[in-house]
């Protein structure tokens, strides 16, 4: 059982910056195929793919977010980071973390960001 744990939400204005966190209890990335993700839910909306990151290092960008956000790893095997610049209001969300390995899929509790207008 993977544990993950998230940090780095809040409030910020537009236009600014955030890095969200996230650490998990065992390792993901020494294996190329699994991978690292943030996935996001609004309210009212489905929950939505942001970007992954996978052992091998291959990353992959929702369209609303290419170009403003950078997914990346820690030192650490098990840690993965959201850069996220030039917010904008409908990025607000709760945002969680994800993990794939062949033992499963985890979740994390999820963080918010709200970005003010």
């Known amino acids: 059982q993977v544990q993950l744990v998230e940090s780095g939400g809040g409030l910020v204005q537009v236009g600014g910056s955030l890095r969200l966190s996230c650490t998990a209890s065992e390792s993901i990335f020494s294996i190329n195929s699994n991978y690292m993700a943030w996935y996001r839910q609004a309210p009212g909306k489905q929950r939505e793919l942001v970007a992954t990151?996978?052992?091998?290092?291959?990353?992959n960008y929702a369209d609303s977010v290419k170009g403003r956000f950078t997914i990346s790893r820690g030192n650490a095997v098990n840690t993965v980071y959201l850069q996220m610049n030039s917010l904008k209001p409908e990025d607000t969300a709760v945002y969680y973390c994800n993990a794939r390995k062949l033992a499963g899929v985890y979740w994390g509790q999820g963080t918010q960001v709200t970005v003010s207008s």
């Open positions: 990151i996978t052992g091998g290092g291959s990353t």
